[in-house]
C-alpha cells in the first residue's frame, strides 16, 4: 500500500506542473495571435531596453 500511495502521488507532482506549462503555452499562443504585429515588435523590443541588450 505504501508503494502505491508514493506513485500515486509522484503522478500528481508531476502532472501539476506540466499542465501548468500548457495553460500557459495556450495562453501565449492565444495572445500572440490576436495582437497585432507592432504591438508585439514594440513589447519585445521595450523588453530589450528594460533589460540593457543594445538592439540599435
Known sequence: MKTE???V??????TLPALFAVILGV???TM???LQAA??????HDMRHA????CH
Open 39 to 44: 504591438t508585439l515588435h514594440d513589447a519585445a
Open 9 to 14: 502521488a509522484a503522478t500528481r507532482s508531476a
Open 32 to 34: 500572440t495571435g490576436h
Open 51 to 54: 533589460t540593457g541588450f543594445p
Open 27 to 29: 495562453a501565449v499562443i
Open 5 to 7: 500511495a508514493q506513485t
